[in-house]
């Protein structure tokens, strides 16, 4: 009977050890996404001429906006715009606006050749660039470029 039990011993510990293996599942098994419909990737949010308007604080309509300088490789990527010269649309700080002026943009614009009209906010952080360009203003963060309707 020893023998016998010696025999099976083993072979009953190794069935058991099989039948009870858990199997390993990775976390994104276990995941569940609640906002599965909401995910879009790829498509950014863009304003419309009105959220634009209504977000910014400055507008200016010119046809004289020329990119000027930019950076890219260290830190964030930055564009320098000028505007010659341009009519004051919407303003809630400055009443007489000088010309030439400069603003700073995160994305490179895609400019047109007739006239455009200008979203600016005050400039936030980029200090010492703002200093050494005497920038001000910033070009509305979700705001494409658009054209001056002829009315």
């Not at 507008?59 to 505007?83: M, N, Q, T, W």
């Not at 341009?86 to 895609?110: C, H, N, W």
Request: proline share 3%; glycine share 4%; net charge positive.
């Amino acid at each position: 009977m020893n023998k016998k039990l010696i025999i099976y011993v083993p072979f009953l510990l190794l069935m058991l050890m099989v039948s009870c293996e858990k199997k390993y599942q990775s976390p994104a098994h276990y995941k569940n996404d609640l906002f599965a419909n909401e995910n879009e990737e790829g498509k950014a949010y863009i304003m419309n001429e009105e959220e634009c308007f209504d977000g910014s604080e400055m507008v200016i309509a010119s046809s004289e906006v020329k990119l000027v300088d930019s950076s890219k490789g260290r830190g964030r990527p930055f564009y320098i715009y000028k505007i010659r010269s341009g009519k004051v649309l919407k303003t809630i700080r400055d009443s007489v606006t000088e010309y030439p002026m400069q603003f700073l943009s995160a994305q490179r614009l895609k400019l047109k050749n007739d006239s455009i009209y200008v979203y600016l906010k005050s400039l936030q952080g980029y200090r010492f660039i703002a200093k050494d360009r005497n920038l001000r203003y910033q070009w509305l963060k979700a705001a494409p470029v658009y054209s001056v309707k002829k009315q």
